[in-house]
């Protein structure tokens, strides 16, 4: 039943969550689409009130004129819209997901003794400190070097790739994408809740009271608010990776991901410039011939072929299902099974209780075992290499009953 009400649990955070980030980024990219694409005011009346840029849109059936003011509008409405509930609610629930699965089951989840043998307390405790230590470092650097876009683009690129090298040599392979990603999406609500909305709340306070802004607050919040928009889709890819064992369980996974990351920051930049009236081309181009290049990179090697006889016929693996079913029940019916005792129902539907379910799942038991390594999960059951020859040679052999 604790297994059961954990999945429940995991459920719905992870619905909430998906929920949550589609609101935030949708939000995100509108305001930098409706950013960018301002065009000044026409009417005379318009450009008297301050408005600085307008623009017209239509959508479900309606017609929409945006107006943004640098400074105050005539008449500081009482029903002002603060964006920041949908970046908080994303990493609450984030969170609390990452403290379901990951931090309460840190054995399963975060460890891979063949990466580095850390106790669970240990494991718990790099990961927290790497979500902590990431708005920090993130921070400083921003504080720093803030004067300086373009080296402190540099930087901060330079840190996450340096905290993907980190990460990926302390924890299991998903593990550490998904703590990369969530130490990235916590500096992003971090710069929402201690830089972009107090400094909104300033500026609005000063307006309110017939006074001259700091123009340092918006400064400083676009900058964060900047660097939202172009940590958005690495963070996106990181949070779906779990679900592509070919990624993390890479004995690249480092370059793999950091290769990713700048794909994605450069197909943003794409469409950042293009609301703007400016189409690079070569930025979404490169993305994809990097992407392209991982691919390539990423990919399994082709299972061996059996070996041949003298007179050149196929030679049939001796390796029998019965054989396979005990080490897939040892090592990975804890999960893949109807009754799991590690899980409290048995992943994407997938069990290994019977001989036809086994020859059923052949190719993704060869796939996730042998040809990736990513299964068992951390390899917590302590999946031998020579099990996992024998599975080849089962597979390879025709996956015989």
Known sequence: MEAFITDWVNLLLRWLHVIAAIAWIGESFYFVMLDNGLKPPKAADDKQKGVFGEMWSVHGGGFYHAQKYLNSPPQMPEDLHWSKWKSYTTWLSGFGL????????????LIDKTVMDLQPGQAVGLAVAFLIGGWFVYDFLCRMLGKNERVLGIAVALFVVAATYATTHIFAGRAAFLIVGAMMATSMSANVF?????????????????????????????????????????????????????????????????????????????????????????LPVAGAALLAGVAVFAAPRPAPTPAAGAHGEAVASNVKLSEIQPILTQRCATCHSA?????????????????????????????????????????????????????????????QQ
């Open 98 to 109: 990452f403290c379901a699965l990951y931090l309460l089951q840190p054995q399963t989840y």
């Open 194 to 282: 201690f830089w972009i909305i107090p400094g909104q709340r300033k500026s609005v306070d000063a307006l309110s009271k017939g006074e001259v802004p700091n123009p340092i607050w918006g400064k400083l919040g676009k900058q964060r608010s900047v660097h939202n928009t172009y940590f958005t889709l690495p963070v996106v890819f990181i949070m779906i990776s779990n679900h592509y064992a070919f990624t993390y369980s890479n004995p690249h996974n480092w370059v793999i991901l950091s290769i990713i990351m700048a794909a994605g920051a450069m197909i943003r930049q794409f469409f950042v410039l293009r609301h703007a009236g400016k189409n690079l081309y070569v």
């Open 339 to 399: 009754k799991p005792t590690m899980m409290g129902s048995a992943p994407a539907g997938v069990m290994f209780d019977t001989p036809a379910e086994i020859s059923q799942n052949a190719q993704r038991i060869y796939q996730q075992a042998v040809a990736l390594k990513a299964m068992p999960l951390g390899n917590v059951t302590q999946m031998t290499d020579d099990e996992r020859q024998k599975i080849a040679a089962w597979f390879n052999g025709g996956a």
